[in-house]
């Protein structure tokens, strides 16, 4: 069976949890924190090399106050509580995102993170973080425009490789698979440049509910998925590497 090497997934539906519980957001986005164990969890027995979770939009900034506050408590916590165990079972974890907009403590606690796992090769996990990817996109391009200014770069070089080492997550292959709970079957400004040639995946599923047999369902569909990357049916199989 065809494992993807990197699975991208948008963490949705923790407020309609709560909802239909009659219970705060909040208490929603606290449940969902299981969820991330599991599918950490997951990807780590299935032998998915690469993680990206995303957990918090650039747009997302602009929920209530006290939602966002509650957020960000959240975040302080599981950053406390979880690190030393995905660190022992090898995970490497990174942000990605607009990491000056959160708060001096949070920011701290993800560069002790990052600098704590960095050395791990088990799992690549990244956690989209105040992320967007138009955002991106435009500081690859800021990138770039800098590079050009200082002299160590022509226009004439900008290419696709170019942008792509400037995007985020440029050392990773781009998501094999991406995956949406909570019943919405659109992108929300995750990785608009690395997705691609990802294949879409989607369940009605809300976050907190999550299970490994939901994630299961999701590697079988992909691995039936014939991926042609624009070419014929044909080549796309000539290109395939055996497993
Ligand atoms: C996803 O769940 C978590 C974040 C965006 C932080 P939501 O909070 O978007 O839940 P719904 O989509 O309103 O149910
Ligand atoms: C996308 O979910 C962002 C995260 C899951 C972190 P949203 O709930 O913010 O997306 P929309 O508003 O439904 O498009
Ligand atoms: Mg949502």
């Known amino acids: 069976?065809?494992?993807p090497r990197h699975l991208a997934v948008i963490m949705d539906g923790n407020g309609r949890w709560a909802a239909r519980r009659r219970r705060?957001?909040?208490?929603?986005?606290?449940?969902?924190?299981?969820?991330?164990n599991l599918c950490i969890d997951f990807c780590l027995e299935r032998g998915i090399a690469a993680l990206t979770l995303f957990a918090f939009s650039s747009e997302n900034w602009g929920r209530p106050e006290e939602e966002v506050g509650a957020l960000m408590k959240l975040f302080l916590n599981a950053l406390d509580r979880e690190v030393?165990?995905?660190?022992?079972?090898?995970?490497?974890v990174r942000f990605i995102g607009e990491r000056e907009r959160f708060g001096a403590q949070i920011r701290e606690r993800m560069e002790s993170a990052e600098a704590q796992t960095a050395g791990n090769t088990r799992l690549a996990l990244n956690i989209a973080a105040s992320y967007g990817g138009r955002q991106d996109i435009?500081?690859?391009?800021?990138?770039?425009?800098?590079?050009?200014?200082?002299?160590?770069?022509?226009?004439?070089?900008?290419?696709?490789?170019?942008f792509a080492s400037r995007v985020a997550l440029a050392d990773l292959p781009p998501p094999d698979l991406f995956i949406r709970t909570g019943g919405d079957m659109r992108i929300s400004n995750f990785l608009l440049w690395q997705?691609?040639?990802?294949?879409?995946?989607?369940?009605?599923?809300?976050?907190?509910e999550l299970d490994a047999a939901t994630l299961a369902r999701a590697l079988d569909d992909f691995a039936g998925r014939e991926r042609r990357f624009g070419l014929t049916g044909e080549q796309a199989a000539a290109l395939e590497t055996p497993a």
């Open 1 to 3: 069976m065809t494992i």
């Open 24 to 36: 705060p957001r909040v208490i929603g986005h606290r449940a969902g924190a299981r969820a991330v």
């Open 84 to 92: 030393v165990e995905l660190h022992r079972r090898g995970v490497r």
């Open 138 to 162: 435009a500081a690859a391009a800021r990138a770039l425009a800098r590079d050009v200014a200082e002299g160590r770069l022509e226009p004439e070089d900008i290419d696709e490789a170019a």
């Open 195 to 208: 997705l691609a040639y990802t294949e879409l995946w989607f369940t009605d599923t809300l976050w907190p």
